[in-house]
């Protein structure tokens, strides 16, 4: 072997081993005297890794599908073909891929392209997803056009598997909400930018969180995207930071629910601390969590008061963290979150460990 070669792959071998060991121990140190009132609850990362030709995988929707998990992420390519147009910028896209997770969530299969085509300017992102009456449906969003102007609305598929083992993302409605002029009035919701919304289930029947503060709940009809708003609560204010958002689909905790939602701040007050590199020109973002009751109207009961944080949660060198899926066992929470639109991670909570404002 030329001894230049050699030389050239041992070195790139070894500043690749150390950025990934750089990455992992770049994790904050939380002051002593902050340390306290912080979730530092955070047991394990993982990355889930995913073969180069899968662009910029994000921001993942995932259920439990039998003794595997099914999981919908925004990519930017799916194929050679999509990957040749991303790299040299030949109408870029935004695709939503299916794969499959095994029990570790390592990934086991690629199903490939899911959604291409179908959206006006195909930029759909942000996808959740959910089980309902035996069928898996993804809410997610992605640009319309209305008077030449480009907006973001949310839409919701079912995920279908087809006889060769495939899936599909089929009868793709996108959700109408006529009270949302509302909450763009009260400059609530950005009347460009309508997304966030969080589904769950109770006692048979699909909801959305439309907002947290105050608690927004739509009930949807899948059968013509129609959604109507059952309830506002402002009975309570989540924490004092910056405007929890929607995050991921609401399970049942005990004889409540529970969701991870995420927050963003700018300037020197923000949760910069939580980081080493403090500069960001998207904000810096952050994972909270509360507690609602299962029955209407479904208020808000408690809530984390800090950041969830340990375990390089905040190494991310843009500052984004954004949770879209939230799984559980027993003892432990499963959340799957996007780090700067490019990779996707699972982190592990012991469920006792969360604390709770009261």
Same mark, same amino acid.
């Given at each position: 072997?030329?001894?230049?070669?050699?030389?050239?792959?041992?070195?790139? =071998?070894?500043?690749?081993?150390?950025? !990934?060991?750089?990455?992992?121990?770049?994790?904050?140190?939380?002051?002593?005297?902050?340390?306290?009132?912080?979730?530092?609850?955070v047991? =394990?990362?993982?990355?889930?890794?995913?073969? !180069?030709?899968?662009?910029?995988?994000?921001?993942?929707?995932?259920?439990?599908? +039998? +003794?595997?998990?099914?999981?919908?992420?925004?990519? &930017?390519?799916?194929?050679? /073909?999509?990957?040749?147009?991303?790299?040299?910028?030949?109408?870029p896209?935004?695709?939503?891929?299916?794969?499959? $997770?095994?029990?570790?969530?390592?990934?086991? *299969?690629?199903?490939?392209?899911?959604?291409?085509?179908?959206?006006?300017?195909?930029?759909?992102?942000?996808?959740?997803?959910?089980?309902?009456?035996? #069928?898996?449906?993804?809410?997610?969003?992605?640009?319309?056009? #209305?008077?030449?102007k480009?907006?973001?609305r949310?839409?919701?598929?079912?995920?279908? &598997?087809?006889?060769?083992?495939?899936?599909?993302? %089929?009868?793709?409605?996108?959700l109408?909400?006529?009270?949302?002029?509302?909450?763009? +009035?009260?400059?609530?919701?950005?009347?460009?930018?309508?997304?966030?919304?969080?589904?769950?289930?109770?006692?048979? *029947? /699909?909801?959305?969180?439309?907002?947290?503060?105050?608690?927004?709940?739509?009930k949807?009809?899948? %059968?013509?995207?129609?959604?109507?708003?059952?309830?506002?609560?402002?009975?309570?204010?989540?924490?004092?930071?910056?405007?929890?958002r929607?995050?991921?689909?609401?399970?049942?905790? &005990?004889?409540?629910?529970?969701?991870?939602?995420?927050?963003?701040?700018?300037?020197?007050?923000?949760?910069?601390? $939580?980081?080493?590199?403090?500069?960001?020109?998207?904000?810096?973002?952050?994972?909270?969590?509360?507690?609602?009751?299962?029955?209407?109207?479904?208020?808000?009961?408690? =809530?984390?008061?800090?950041?969830i944080?340990?375990?390089? $949660?905040y190494?991310?060198?843009?500052?984004?963290? !954004?949770?879209?899926? /939230?799984?559980?066992?027993?003892n432990?929470?499963?959340?799957?979150?996007? #780090?700067?639109?490019?990779?996707?991670?699972?982190?592990?909570?012991?469920?006792?460990? /969360?604390?709770?404002?009261?």
């Amino acid at each position: 072997m030329n001894k230049k070669f050699l030389f050239l792959l041992l070195s790139s =071998s070894f500043t690749l081993s150390i950025l !990934y060991f750089l990455r992992i121990w770049n994790c904050v140190e939380i002051p002593d005297d902050l340390k306290k009132s912080f979730n530092c609850v955070v047991d =394990s990362t993982k990355e889930i890794k995913f073969p !180069y030709i899968i662009g910029k995988p994000c921001n993942p929707g995932v259920i439990q599908c +039998d +003794d595997e998990y099914l999981m919908v992420s925004r990519t &930017k390519s799916y194929d050679i /073909l999509s990957w040749i147009k991303w790299k040299f910028r030949i109408n870029p896209k935004n695709y939503l891929c299916i794969f499959k $997770l095994d029990k570790k969530f390592n990934l086991i *299969e690629n199903n490939g392209n899911v959604l291409r085509g179908v959206k006006v300017n195909n930029r759909a992102g942000d996808p959740r997803l959910i089980s309902f009456n035996g #069928e898996a449906y993804v809410f997610f969003n992605d640009d319309v056009y #209305e008077n030449e102007k480009r907006l973001i609305r949310m839409f919701v598929g079912k995920v279908v &598997k087809k006889n060769d083992g495939n899936f599909q993302i %089929e009868d793709v409605k996108r959700l109408k909400f006529d009270g949302g002029k509302e909450y763009y +009035d009260r400059k609530l919701v950005n009347e460009n930018h309508d997304k966030n919304w969080s589904p769950f289930i109770v006692d048979n *029947e /699909l909801y959305l969180i439309y907002l947290i503060e105050p608690h927004v709940i739509l009930k949807v009809n899948l %059968e013509n995207g129609v959604c109507e708003k059952i309830v506002e609560n402002s009975n309570y204010s989540v924490w004092c930071h910056s405007t929890p958002r929607g995050g991921t689909p609401a399970i049942q905790f &005990k004889d409540n629910y529970i969701t991870i939602f995420h927050s963003k701040e700018k300037g020197e007050k923000s949760f910069s601390f $939580l980081y080493k590199d403090k500069t960001s020109k998207h904000g810096v973002y952050c994972f909270g969590a509360y507690i609602f009751n299962r029955e209407y109207p479904f208020n808000i009961i408690k =809530s984390v008061d800090a950041p969830i944080s340990g375990n390089a $949660l905040y190494a991310s060198k843009n500052k984004i963290i !954004y949770p879209t899926a /939230l799984l559980s066992d027993n003892n432990h929470f499963y959340i799957f979150y996007g #780090e700067d639109d490019r990779r996707i991670f699972v982190l592990t909570i012991h469920k006792e460990a /969360l604390k709770f404002s009261h």
